[in-house]
């Protein structure tokens, strides 16, 4: 059998974003009111958007659509961390 080339992707390619753009979060956590009450939190004074998006088969974990506009990668990344960072919310995609 012929060795094949390993291919290795170049990971230092970053996605161009043109900022201020608006931005989508996924958020799951467990509890309604104690998620929603999170997001408010983290994203306090500024514009946004909560949608619900899927509920788990077994109904133990709820997920929602986080749009929010996006100044820069920092408030992004900011954002993203601060989310990931309440008790109420399981993950952040």
Not at 9 to 16: E, G, L, N, V
Request: hydrophobic share 40%.
């Amino acid at each position: 059998m012929k060795d094949l080339p390993l291919h290795i992707p170049d990971t230092s390619c970053k996605a161009k974003i043109e900022y201020p753009c608006s931005w989508q979060y996924k958020v799951i956590g467990h509890e309604r009111a104690a998620v929603l009450a999170a997001i408010d939190k983290c994203v306090a004074g500024q514009a946004y958007t909560v949608s619900d998006s899927k509920v788990s088969s077994s109904g133990r974990y709820l997920s929602f659509n986080l749009e929010i506009t996006v100044m820069d990668e920092a408030h992004r990344l900011a954002l993203y961390s601060e989310l990931h960072g309440q008790a109420a919310v399981k993950v952040v995609l």
